[in-house]
Structure formats: structure tokens, C-alpha cells
């Protein structure tokens, strides 16, 4: 009697002793098993783990990823709306630490344990760990992509923490470093000194300032945009990269007067007018005003101190001052909290204070239940 005919796939022994399955896909082909099985058993389950697929509309077509991956990141990149100064970062990336490992190997056969063994060479082949993070975290992001084209089932990238940037913590300037620093340098950055220390504003949002973003009469600055610096000398004025950078935060009141001044001896003129401009009438260049920055540190005796510490300095007074977190995320402008928990870390002069008004409630508490104690003896 002849055996019951298969109703999915076919599987048949070959010379070599060794099964062979194969089945119809979804799209009309043939599709082969990609290796053969020791026993038709094996290949019997392999038939039905594909069936399963089929039925769940969970199958994957397994030529879909037999794209090189350096191919698929290049087309990746250009498909997205980066800005210009993003999209240079993501190619330096790939050009320099990604396509050597990956770029002639498919998307498909890029597995975890392959991940985790190229990343552990990048590290011990003494590639900071910051852009190891980084060239991670777009290797994952593509291949997330890559997942969501069913080109693969699950992303290769499956090292926890691994894409997180873990930077030392900044130095932080006092408010009399702020002020020393201003007073020494030229006076026509006094103002943007002055302003990066107590608003914490970046750079590039400072030198992209107009006069029509000041309000002070209200004491209120308004970011709006910044200027980005691009690999090639050119300069790029964006958005902020999220709606929370879109901010206006207050001014303190003590730094109001050195901005009018600032105003009225170096800022162009009319409500369109850039607030800071170099003695030659240009937006500063970064690399020009980091010269001047060294020589003025150097000056006032203090070193190892960036620029954008500044703006370290400006989010931990302001954190001090008892700030919520969405409070410090709005002055910030953080669309997460992460980067403001960071502000809120205790210091012994805030936890001074927090321990000094609890002794006050103690003691309060304290006389309150005398009192009590006292009424109920009599």
C-alpha cells in the first residue's frame, strides 16, 4: 500500500544518506531547506516550522536579505531627513568602523554572536568607547529597519547598554569662575560668557541668537535655532533637533545689564541682527573662539575647563535652586528626563540644606507633641 502523499513540501534522501526538504513559499517559488538534515525527521520538522510561518503570515522570504550591508546603510542614511552635520556623523561612522567589518557581508547573515565579537575587536583594538557607542547604536538602528522590511526576523543587536555613551562628568565652573572668565576675555564675548554660564545655552545656540529673540524688558531669551559647524568649514542653521529645544528660558536678572551693553557696543543693528559677531563682522567660528578661550583660561588660572562645561555649569545652579525635573527638561531643552536627573544629583551643600529643614520639622513635630503630652497630664 502506497504511504500517505505529502500535503506541504517534499523531502528526499540524497546519494550521500543526508535529507533534502523543500516547499512552495507564498510568492510561487521554490524554496529549499538552506542545509540538509541528518534524519528525515529533521527535515519533516523544518517542513512544518515553515508551514507554521505560512499560516501565521509570519514568513520571511530568506532571499530578502542577501543585500550587502554596506549597500542597505547607504541607502538607509540617504532615505532619512538628517540634518547635514547627522548625516556626516553617520557616514564617518560607517565609513570608518562599520563597512570594514560589515559592509560585504548580507544583512542576513549578520548574527549576534558576530556582532558581539567585531565589537569586542573595535574595543581592544583601542577605539574609544564613545565611538564604539555610537557606531553601534547605528548599526543597531539599521538593522531595526531591516527588521521591520522582513528582511530579517530579529535584530542582530542584542547587547544591552552597549550603544550608550558613557561620558565622564564635567567640570563645573563656580560663579566667580564665571565672572573671572568674563571679566579677563574680550569684551565682546563677555556677554556670551556670561549668558552659557547662567541660561546654559550651547554654542550653537548662542551665535545663532538675533536681537528680535532677546526680550529684556522681560528678562526672556527665545531659542529658535543654532548654527552647526559641518566637517567641510560650511555652516548649517537648523532647528532645535526636538520640539523641547524650541524653549525660552528666563534671564537671570543680575546678567541683564551686561547683555544691554553688549547690545548696544557689538550687536548688529535692527530687530534681524545677529547678537554676536566677531571683530571682523562673522558669525564666530568655534576652532577661532576655542584659541581665545585657552588663552583667557590660561589667564585666570584655570584649567581643563571646555566651553560647553559652561553649560554643565549654568544646569547645576539651576538644579540647585530645587528645580523639578520638567522644570530643568523646559530650561534644558531635554524632550527626556535622562539628561536632567543628571543635574539633580545630591551635593553636600543641597543635602546641608535639606538635612537643616527636616531638623526643623523634627523640632517642630517635637514641641507640638510636649504640648499635647502637657494637656492630656492636667
Not at 60 to 69: E, L, Q, R, S
Not at 309 to 322: F, I, K, Q, V, Y
Request: proline share 4%.
Amino acid at each position: 500500500m502506497a504511504g500517505k502523499r505529502r500535503q506541504f513540501g517534499r523531502v528526499r534522501k540524497l546519494p550521500s544518506g543526508r535529507y533534502q526538504a523543500r516547499y512552495v513559499g507564498p510568492d510561487g517559488l521554490l524554496r529549499p531547506a538552506p542545509d540538509t538534515f541528518r534524519t528525515k525527521r529533521d527535515a519533516d520538522e523544518w517542513l512544518a516550522d515553515k508551514q507554521t510561518e505560512m499560516r501565521r503570515g509570519d514568513w520571511h522570504d530568506p532571499d530578502a536579505g542577501k543585500v550587502p550591508f554596506g549597500v542597505y546603510a547607504a541607502a538607509w542614511v540617504q532615505e532619512r531627513e538628517l540634518t547635514a552635520r547627522t548625516q556626516q556623523l553617520y557616514e564617518s561612522l560607517l565609513h570608518l568602523h562599520l563597512e570594514p567589518t560589515f559592509g560585504g557581508v548580507n544583512v542576513a547573515e549578520i548574527s549576534p554572536p558576530f556582532v558581539r565579537r567585531r565589537r569586542a575587536d573595535k574595543l581592544t583594538a583601542d577605539t574609544g568607547p564613545t565611538t564604539v557607542a555610537k557606531a553601534y547604536a547605528l548599526l543597531r538602528a539599521i538593522l531595526a529597519t531591516a527588521v521591520s522590511d522582513q528582511m530579517i526576523r530579529r535584530n542582530p543587536c542584542q547587547i544591552k547598554g552597549a550603544s550608550t555613551v558613557h561620558t565622564p562628568e564635567r567640570s563645573t565652573a563656580s560663579v566667580q569662575e564665571v565672572y573671572d572668565l568674563a571679566d579677563a576675555i574680550q569684551p565682546r564675548y563677555r556677554a556670551l560668557i556670561l549668558m552659557a554660564g547662567f541660561l546654559g545655552l550651547r554654542w550653537g545656540e548662542l551665535v545663532g541668537l538675533h536681537r528680535r529673540d532677546l526680550d529684556l524688558d522681560h528678562g526672556a531669551v527665545r531659542v529658535r535655532r543654532a548654527v552647526a559647524e559641518l566637517n567641510d568649514g560650511q555652516r548649517e542653521i537648523k532647528a532645535p533637533k526636538s520640539a523641547a529645544g524650541k524653549r525660552t528660558v528666563s534671564i537671570p536678572a543680575a546678567i541683564v545689564p551686561d547683555i544691554r551693553d553688549h547690545l548696544a557696543r557689538y550687536a548688529e543693528s535692527g530687530s534681524d541682527g545677529r547678537v554676536f559677531v566677531g571683530a571682523k563682522g562673522a558669525t564666530p567660528r568655534r576652532n577661532h573662539f576655542n584659541r581665545v578661550w585657552r588663552k583667557t583660561c590660561s589667564q585666570v588660572g584655570i584649567k581643563g575647563l571646555h566651553f560647553h562645561d559652561l553649560r554643565h555649569t549654568g544646569n547645576t545652579l539651576a538644579a540647585s535652586t530645587g528645580a523639578s525635573t520638567r522644570e530643568l527638561m523646559a530650561r534644558m531643552g531635554h524632550s527626556t528626563a535622562r539628561a536632567a536627573l543628571i543635574y539633580q544629583h545630591a551635593s553636600a551643600d543641597r543635602d546641608r540644606l535639606i538635612a537643616d529643614a527636616l531638623s526643623g520639622l523634627v523640632d517642630k513635630g517635637r514641641r507640638n507633641r510636649k504640648g499635647h503630652a502637657g494637656d492630656t497630664a492636667d
